[in-house]
């Protein structure tokens, strides 16, 4: 049996091995059941030819986050629907953070408000809510 800050750690482990995420330079930074934060610093090849941060990379971010929280219950969870608003521009260099946090769990779905912004300046650069559905799967099984 497999106790809990096994579980947590093996939930954690799990979560990093996210090709693209790791592919973009963000880091998963925080992971708890329905919570997380996730940092990207914004670099040049992920501008648009306004000379502002793509609107794909904040939402990667973004649901990165989404993905990190939902699955931390150590249940596989998958994306249902995802609505953003993107609200101020960044640029390269900038320190994006995106904070997703757990607003109501269902059991089988559940919904997400996660806030995308900018470090330094403190700019809510983007909010989106996301809603999951939980799969008959786990990461690691509930005990």
Same mark, same amino acid.
């Given at each position: 049996?497999?106790?809990?800050?096994?579980?947590?750690?093996?939930?954690?482990?799990?979560?990093?091995?996210?090709?693209? +995420?790791?592919? =973009?330079?963000?880091?998963?930074?925080?992971? /708890? @059941?329905? #919570?997380?934060?996730?940092? &990207?610093?914004?670099?040049?090849?992920?501008?648009?030819?306004?000379?502002?941060?793509?609107?794909?990379?904040?939402?990667?971010?973004?649901?990165?986050?989404?993905?990190?929280?939902?699955?931390?219950?150590?249940?596989? +969870?998958?994306? =249902?629907?995802?609505?953003?608003?993107?609200? /101020? @521009?960044? #640029?390269?260099?900038?320190? &994006?953070?995106?904070?997703?946090?757990?607003?109501?769990?269902?059991?089988?779905?559940?919904?997400?408000?996660?806030?995308?912004?900018?470090?330094?300046?403190?700019?809510?650069?983007?909010?989106?809510?996301?809603?999951?559905?939980?799969?008959?799967?786990?990461?690691?099984?509930?005990?």
């Amino acid at each position: 049996m497999m106790d809990k800050k096994t579980r947590e750690n093996t939930i954690f482990e799990h979560i990093q091995k996210d090709a693209f +995420a790791n592919h =973009l330079g963000a880091r998963v930074e925080i992971v /708890k @059941p329905g #919570h997380s934060r996730v940092s &990207l610093v914004v670099t040049e090849s992920m501008t648009n030819f306004h000379g502002t941060t793509h609107g794909g990379i904040i939402f990667s971010v973004s649901d990165i986050a989404f993905a990190a929280a939902c699955n931390a219950h150590g249940r596989v +969870a998958v994306a =249902l629907n995802v609505s953003i608003a993107f609200l /101020k @521009p960044s #640029h390269a260099g900038d320190r &994006l953070l995106a904070e997703a946090k757990e607003v109501y769990n269902g059991g089988r779905t559940s919904l997400y408000d996660i806030v995308i912004y900018n470090e330094a300046t403190g700019e809510v650069i983007a909010k989106s809510q996301d809603q999951a559905y939980r799969m008959n799967q786990w990461i690691v099984p509930e005990q």
